[in-house]
């Protein structure tokens, strides 16, 4: 059968290894996986939320209120936005598919960071359009002008803090970057770590309201899926000015997100001590992975968000030991697909994170 050659083409996008797979791959009880993979929230997600999810079980016959009006007139009070500047995904995975959709057709071209968030290339070469790329581990933003100006992209995406680096570009050079991209150009802000980014250092944090009310070709996207601890739940949401929320909507499919997720969302965006416990504990055991690093000479770099990455140029190799974790029932991010000798580990509990260290400190001292 014969597919649109576009799609022949298209790598297919690969997650973290859910704990499944590894149960059956390698026979090893769920209770003894340590899955630091997905960066998901290792506390798991606030109980008021999960309460109301196992109240609400039994409306999942109904379809969804499709409006969302509980969940925007929560987000909308919380950013300081209105009810038309804002859009709910599932996940905001599906937000940058409309956007891809949105602004690309024929020969467009994106504008995007070397080693970023894998589904930005993906949905855009799924629509046909050609990805440019700013060579580097970081975001150089005056290596993006450049590129911009010479290419002309329909969409630039700016990941702050970065997935999978976990670095942070401060919000006043973004500002100032945006400044000089023509109206004509979707740029996009990629905050699904802001929550991070922003507890670490107020010159990362970025308001969404601010942002736009100051761009008006700028669409800012979050997502429940990281400090909210939603990952399974797929909520996320893009905000901008009032005419890029409309065409985004015409490509929105009825009822994109369940009910069950609509309520969850709500009720974890009440619950702020869940998240603020949430992201004190990563910073915390997030010093334990720098000591470690330090210890055994790997590379780290800083991180804004719920991982970290370890480089092991000189060390090791990253497969070898991706590998060898998971065959101990440990999952990290290997990050060769990115073309980097690295690995991206999510902070988890503390025991998580000692398992990690302990197999690891044996790999590093049998070597290859
Ligand atoms: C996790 C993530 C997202 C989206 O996650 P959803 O679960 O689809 O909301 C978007 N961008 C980056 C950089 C991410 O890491």
């Given at each position: 059968?014969?597919?649109?050659?576009?799609?022949?083409?298209?790598?297919?996008?690969?997650?973290?290894?859910?704990?499944?797979?590894?149960?059956?791959?390698?026979?090893?009880?769920?209770?003894?996986?340590?899955?630091?993979?997905?960066?998901?929230?290792?506390?798991?997600?606030?109980?008021?939320?999960?309460?109301?999810?196992?109240?609400?079980?039994?409306?999942?016959?109904?379809?969804?209120?499709?409006?969302?009006?509980?969940?925007?007139?929560?987000?909308?009070?919380?950013?300081?936005?209105?009810?038309?500047?804002?859009?709910?995904?599932?996940?905001?995975?599906?937000?940058?598919?409309?956007?891809?959709?949105?602004?690309?057709?024929?020969?467009?071209?994106?504008?995007?960071?070397?080693?970023?968030?894998?589904?930005?290339?993906?949905?855009?070469?799924?629509?046909?359009?050609?990805?440019?790329?700013?060579?580097?581990?970081?975001?150089?933003?005056?290596?993006?002008?450049?590129?911009y100006k010479?290419?002309e992209?329909?969409?630039?995406?700016?990941?702050?803090?970065?997935?999978?680096?976990?670095?942070?570009?401060?919000?006043?050079?973004?500002?100032?970057?945006?400044?000089k991209i023509d109206e004509n150009t979707?740029v996009?802000?990629?905050?699904?770590?802001?929550?991070?980014?922003?507890?670490?250092?107020?010159?990362?944090?970025?308001?969404?309201?601010?942002?736009?009310?100051?761009?008006?070709n700028?669409?800012?996207?979050?997502?429940?899926?990281?400090?909210?601890?939603?990952?399974?739940?797929?909520?996320?949401?893009?905000?901008?000015?009032?005419?890029?929320?409309?065409?985004?909507?015409?490509?929105?499919?009825?009822?994109?997100?369940?009910?069950?997720?609509?309520?969850?969302?709500?009720?974890?965006?009440?619950?702020?001590?869940?998240?603020?416990?949430?992201?004190?504990?990563?910073?915390?055991?997030?010093?334990?992975?720098?000591?470690?690093?330090?210890?055994?000479?790997?590379?780290?770099?800083?991180?804004?968000?719920?991982?970290?990455?370890?480089?092991?140029?000189?060390?090791?190799?990253?497969?070898?030991?991706?590998?060898?974790?998971?065959?101990?029932?440990?999952?990290?991010?290997?990050?060769?697909?990115?073309?980097?000798?690295?690995?991206?580990?999510?902070?988890?509990?503390?025991?998580?994170?000692?398992?990690?260290?302990?197999?690891?400190?044996?790999?590093?001292?049998?070597?290859?």
């Amino acid at each position: 059968m014969k597919f649109n050659p576009v799609i022949e083409h298209l790598k297919t996008y690969e997650p973290g290894k859910p704990i499944e797979l590894v149960v059956r791959e390698f026979g090893i009880d769920p209770k003894d996986i340590v899955k630091l993979a997905s960066n998901e929230n290792p506390k798991g997600c606030s109980p008021k939320a999960a309460k109301v999810v196992a109240d609400a079980a039994s409306l999942m016959y109904r379809y969804p209120d499709d409006s969302m009006m509980e969940l925007k007139a929560a987000l909308c009070q919380r950013f300081g936005i209105s009810e038309k500047e804002i859009i709910i995904g599932a996940g905001s995975d599906q937000i940058i598919e409309f956007l891809c959709h949105a602004k690309l057709y024929g020969g467009a071209k994106i504008l995007q960071s070397e080693v970023t968030f894998a589904m930005y290339q993906i949905y855009a070469a799924a629509c046909g359009a050609s990805v440019i790329k700013a060579p580097g581990l970081a975001h150089d933003l005056d290596a993006m002008y450049k590129l911009y100006k010479e290419h002309e992209p329909e969409i630039i995406f700016i990941c702050a803090p970065n997935n999978p680096t976990g670095d942070c570009l401060d919000l006043k050079d973004i500002e100032n970057f945006i400044e000089k991209i023509d109206e004509n150009t979707l740029v996009v802000v990629d905050g699904a770590y802001q929550e991070y980014a922003s507890y670490k250092d107020p010159n990362k944090a970025i308001n969404p309201a601010d942002l736009i009310n100051k761009f008006s070709n700028t669409i800012y996207l979050g997502t429940f899926s990281k400090a909210y601890g939603l990952g399974g739940m797929r909520v996320g949401y893009g905000i901008a000015s009032e005419h890029i929320i409309k065409s985004l909507y015409k490509l929105r499919p009825p009822f994109n997100v369940t009910t069950l997720s609509l309520i969850a969302a709500v009720e974890s965006l009440k619950d702020s001590e869940f998240v603020e416990e949430s992201i004190k504990e990563c910073f915390e055991q997030m010093n334990s992975y720098i000591e470690f690093a330090q210890k055994f000479g790997i590379k780290v770099i800083e991180s804004y968000t719920n991982f970290i990455t370890y480089i092991l140029d000189g060390i090791n190799d990253s497969t070898f030991i991706a590998d060898a974790l998971l065959r101990q029932g440990i999952i990290v991010r290997n990050l060769k697909g990115y073309g980097l000798n690295a690995i991206r580990i999510t902070i988890g509990k503390e025991n998580e994170n000692q398992r990690f260290f302990n197999a690891m400190q044996e790999l590093l001292k049998t070597g290859k």
